[in-house]
């Protein structure tokens, strides 16, 4: 279970950072198993439709077991499969680069991150420094940690 002042602590390292790296106006969702919202935060300046876009990472993340990234190749890779799942799921997905899975020491999946606002890139890399800053651990830090803990990689 993650609680909210670490939700929040995510939140504010991932802000924080993509203001000292000049980024456009950023919104960050973070949530627990199922998708359940602990905490959201929208910059000044945010567009439109930025909660339903970190939603959708986040949902995407958890919703396959692997970063939104993964989900966006997976989407270019089997578009037939990708439509039946955003089907099912009454399009929550969003396969774009930005949600990340939230794990504990041990590698289990304590919550879902999703960054929306600069480019795929940027928000991936700031859902893992967030996720890091609040000392937990991304899909990458546990990769060595065997098949138990189900981890998809994203290089």
Avoid at 39 to 51: L, N, P, T, W, Y
Avoid at 62 to 89: D, I, Q
Avoid at 117 to 141: M, N, Q, S, V, Y
């Amino acid at each position: 279970m993650i609680t909210l002042d670490q939700a929040n602590r995510i939140i504010e390292a991932i802000i924080k950072r993509g203001a000292e790296q000049q980024c456009r106006p950023l919104s960050v969702i973070v949530v627990e198993p199922g998708c359940i919202v602990k905490a959201f935060q929208k910059e000044d300046g945010s567009s439109m439709v930025r909660f339903e876009m970190a939603f959708g990472k986040a949902y995407a993340a958890l919703a396959l077991g692997r970063s939104s990234t993964l989900v966006r190749v997976r989407n270019e890779e089997k578009p037939v499969f990708m439509r039946y799942l955003l089907s099912a799921t009454d399009n929550k997905i969003f396969p774009e680069g930005g949600g990340m899975l939230i794990r504990a020491d041990n590698g289990d999946v304590v919550g879902a991150v999703g960054v929306t606002g600069d480019t795929e890139h940027k928000d991936e890399e700031l859902a893992a420094f967030g996720i890091r800053a609040a000392g937990f651990k991304t899909d990458d830090d546990c990769a060595g940690m065997g098949r138990g803990v189900n981890v998809r990689q994203t290089k």
